[in-house]
Structures are given as structure tokens and as C-alpha cells.
């Protein structure tokens, strides 16, 4: 789908410049999460954002929800498997529990 290849496009793009610690973007929209320094870990809040247990890329919890909420297949290593199961960072296991997914 165009929100797979925009959310590769941008893990790659991080990959290849080095991407500093201190980026703040959600991997998934690209909003600078640094703007709502008091949402982070707050899922409740709509501007709640943290980072995945698998990869510590950044996300919103509204992002990472819908993505793992798509009905969509993605390639892995293990072959097609549903994208509702993959981080969109590096395409570990992700819980689809808010409390789990990010720290």
C-alpha cells in the first residue's frame, strides 16, 4: 500500500543519513512529535506517542493502531505475513496492546 512505501521510504532515508537519537518524527506521518513533549506514553491522549520495544522508532499511538489495524499482507523474512502483526520500523512482532507496543 502508499502508506508501506511512504513509512520504507523513510526507514530507509534514516538508515542512510544515520538518523540522530534525538529525531522526532512518527516513522508513520512524519509529524515532529517534539511538539507534545507531555504526550509521550500517554495513549489516551490523541498526540500520545512513544517508541516500539523492537527498534525505538518513534510513533504516534494513533499511527502505529491504524497500521496494525490494516487488514494488509507485508514480506518478511518468514514470507507474507499480515502487516497487523509487523512494527513498520524493522518488521518485528508487535503486541497490539497500547501499553506494550511502545516505551
Wanted: aromatic share 4%; hydrophobic share 35%.
Amino acid at each position: 500500500s502508499e502508506m508501506e512505501v511512504e513509512v520504507e521510504a523513510a526507514a530507509a532515508a534514516r538508515v542512510a543519513t544515520g538518523a540522530a537519537a534525538e529525531d522526532t518524527e512518527c516513522v508513520i506521518c512524519l509529524d515532529d512529535l517534539s511538539a507534545h513533549p507531555e504526550a509521550r506514553l500517554q495513549p489516551r491522549d490523541p498526540n500520545g506517542w512513544g517508541a516500539t520495544r523492537c527498534c525505538k522508532n518513534l510513533f504516534h499511538y494513533r499511527c502505529l493502531h491504524a497500521w496494525l489495524n490494516n487488514d494488509s499482507e507485508v514480506e518478511t523474512s518468514r514470507g507474507m505475513e499480515p502487516i497487523n502483526t509487523a512494527c513498520p520500523g524493522c518488521r518485528g512482532f508487535v503486541s497490539k496492546s497500547a501499553s506494550r507496543m511502545l516505551q
